[in-house]
């Protein structure tokens, strides 16, 4: 089967500068009421009203007749087929989430048919954008011809958490991946009725936006919202995104004591100490919730050549978190009383990828509760969290020339 007719578009990166404070949010929405799927003479037009750009990919597959448009961050919640296709059986119309981050839209051909147009416009002060795809009537040889799924490495990549609104194209910047602890059905530590997930969602975001304002580095997220993704799922996503360090953040809470302040861990074989150890097996438990097995993962690949790469990666991972406490102290002016420990969690695994997971505060702790709630105070947290990684990110780069002999 030959390649499908594929319009590919990355407008939204050309809109960005002009709707930056639009462009910081997770997920366009689709905007229900403003958008219409129509036919004329049998061929349809489809025009999507969003509420950002965002990019997507267009093209039918046959056996049976169907167009696919893929889109990576679009909301589809509340939306009923039944108010965006007129004149045609809403029964022909699916679209929702496919994983995390990317949504796919199908509709039935009742009559072969294929893509003549397709486009995105993106309002320059609104951010607001129209999808349109216009479909031309063919016979079924040509359809048949120009059908199929395209095989196109950005999108097979599945960089499903690279946010729209962070350009991929610049290979030699540094890429971080933060990943805000929990979200979905598990939501961490609850105080107060907040949640440690929503908490450090926030929180990540604000460190991402600190580190794209100083500029040179790709940020990617390892979720977009309060949204469950596994630990096994939040080290491929750093993988693919192929980054150069892991950020987790986490701030959970403690059964007995008064602990309070920041703590940054790195990964030890062994839980450093039983409470290291009780927290590690909390965050692993959120894979068990969701039926995903963690314990074969390792065997799947060299154990020897992971250690090795763990070996090398010790020390910076290390260096790392005593950057970041670092700047947390010079900031916040506090941090936990044994500000670095290391422990098992899942979360650190990457063997070739400098990993820490910040334990922001706890959420047991009325005074940490107080003060991450506090924007102004979490944004002395951001700024010391952002200054640790600028400062490790520049110490690496010159440390990597004894590294490479
Ligand atoms: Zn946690």
Do not use: C
């Not at 093209?59 to 696919?68: C, F, G, H, S, W």
């Not at 995105?120 to 799924?149: H, Y």
């Not at 701030?251 to 990964?267: E, H, I, P, Q």
């Amino acid at each position: 089967m030959t390649r499908a007719v594929i319009f590919i578009l990355w407008a939204l990166l050309g809109a960005v500068s002009t709707a930056s404070a639009q462009s910081f949010t997770a997920l366009a929405r689709l905007e229900a009421s403003e958008s219409r799927i129509t036919t004329q003479g049998g061929a349809f037009q489809i025009d999507l009203s969003l509420s950002q750009g965002v990019p997507y990919r267009v093209y039918t597959l046959t056996e049976p007749a169907r167009l696919v448009l893929d889109f990576r961050e679009v909301d589809f919640s509340g939306v009923d087929a039944k108010s965006l296709i007129l004149n045609e059986n809403p029964k022909t119309l699916r679209f929702g989430a496919v994983r995390p981050g990317w949504s796919r839209l199908v509709l039935d051909l009742p009559r072969p048919q294929v893509v003549s147009q397709a486009g995105l416009r993106v309002d320059e002060s609104s951010g607001a954008a129209v999808l349109s795809v216009a479909l031309k009537l063919t016979d079924p040889e040509e359809f048949k011809r120009r059908s199929g799924a395209p095989s196109d490495p950005v999108w097979d990549k599945l960089r499903p958490s690279v946010s729209p609104t962070v350009s991929s194209s610049d290979d030699k910047a540094l890429t971080i991946v933060l990943d805000p602890g929990h979200g979905g059905i598990d939501p961490g530590a609850v105080s107060a009725g907040i949640t440690e997930a929503d908490l450090m969602f926030v929180l990540a975001q604000e460190v991402r936006d600190a580190l794209l304002r100083s500029g040179d580095v790709n940020v990617v997220l390892t979720r977009q919202g309060d949204e469950f993704v596994s630990l096994e799922r939040r080290v491929k996503i750093a993988r693919a995104a192929e980054a150069d360090l892991f950020v987790s953040f986490h701030a959970d809470a403690l059964a007995s004591g008064k602990a309070n302040g920041a703590t940054v861990y790195t990964l030890s074989e062994e839980a450093s100490d039983a409470a290291s150890a009780a927290l590690a097996e909390r965050h692993n438990r959120a894979d068990l919730l969701a039926g995903v097995d963690l314990s074969g993962q390792d065997d799947e690949i060299a154990a020897i050549l992971m250690d090795l790469a763990r070996l090398e990666n010790k020390p910076r991972s290390e260096a790392l978190a005593r950057g970041i406490i670092l700047g947390i102290n010079t900031e916040v002016g506090h941090t936990y009383k044994r500000p670095i420990q290391s422990a098992g969690f899942s979360v650190l695994k990457a063997p070739d990828i400098p990993s820490v997971l910040i334990e922001v505060g706890f959420l047991s702790s009325k005074d940490d509760l107080t003060k991450l709630t506090d924007p102004i105070w979490r944004m002395k947290m951001v700024v010391g969290i952002h200054n640790g990684i600028q400062a490790w990110l520049l110490n690496d780069a010159a440390d990597a020339q004894f590294r490479r002999k």
